[in-house]
């Protein structure tokens, strides 16, 4: 299968811990995304990169977040001193950009974090 | 600020039923249209899409969507449900800026319940 992948599919952690999850996209996507959806929404914009380069980022990625994505291939998301708010799931999405027709976005199955 | 609605958050059928979910986005500019659909413990998949041309749109599994820009809808239907489109169906718009597609903005989402 050579969709995107995330790990870990699961991670529990105690409030005030560190946590940082990876994604891998679809290779040669060079657009990735990370969302955040929580119970009973849809999946909100956190950020995403072109390459290695981090594009856009929205208000709801706070100071305790952040993101990289060193070579343009993969990409981790940091969240620090984790909060019980920071609960959700959290979606990386890929897609290629200047190609016709290629808007769509592509999601992995997720990283779901309970802070306890 | 950019929005989507979704008008039902949860639709019970009968196998056979007709569906329609609604969905309007907050306001104009070129835009590209998508439903994605979230089985019980998949994740995000890709139902169909609209970018230009023919307002109406066929995806997969027989599910069909209407673009009607005056009414900056874009609403998902199929004749007759069966009980495997027992699921979560969200409706996502992305702007477009001068040629530069960024991230997507997701409706709710609407749980569909097919009853054998």
């Known amino acids: 299968d050579t969709g995107v992948s995330q790990n870990p599919r699961h991670k529990i952690t105690k409030r005030g811990q560190n946590v940082t999850f990876r994604c891998d996209p679809i290779?040669?996507?060079?657009?990735l995304y990370w969302y955040r959806q929580t119970l009973g929404q849809g999946p909100e914009f956190l950020t995403y990169f072109q390459n290695e380069a981090q594009l856009e980022k929205s208000r709801l990625l706070s100071d305790r977040f952040s993101a990289e994505r060193p070579k343009g291939s993969f990409s981790t998301l940091e969240i620090q001193r984790t909060e019980q708010g920071d609960s959700a799931m959290y979606l990386c999405?890929?897609?290629?950009?200047?190609?016709?027709?290629?808007?769509?976005?592509?999601f992995g199955p997720g990283t779901r974090l309970t802070v306890t | 600020a950019q929005s989507v609605s979704q008008h039902n958050h949860h639709v019970i059928l009968s196998e056979a039923a007709s569906l329609e979910l609604g969905c309007n986005y907050s306001y104009g500019g070129t835009v590209n249209l998508f439903w994605y659909v979230q089985y019980p413990g998949q994740h995000l998949q890709l139902l169909l899409k609209?970018?230009?041309?023919?307002?109406l749109v066929k995806g997969i599994k027989g599910f069909e969507a209407e673009f009607i820009k005056s009414k900056f809808s874009f609403n998902l239907r199929k004749p007759s449900v069966q009980w495997s489109d027992t699921a979560e169906y969200f409706c996502?718009?992305?702007?477009?800026?001068?040629?530069?597609?960024?991230?997507?903005?997701f409706g709710k989402g609407t749980k569909l319940s097919v009853k054998p």
């Open positions: 609209y970018f230009s041309g023919d307002p």
């Open positions: 290779s040669e996507h060079n657009r």
């Open positions: 996502a718009v992305n702007w477009n800026y001068g040629g530069s597609q960024g991230n997507l903005i």
């Open positions: 999405a890929s897609r290629l950009v200047d190609v016709p027709d290629s808007y769509e976005q592509y």
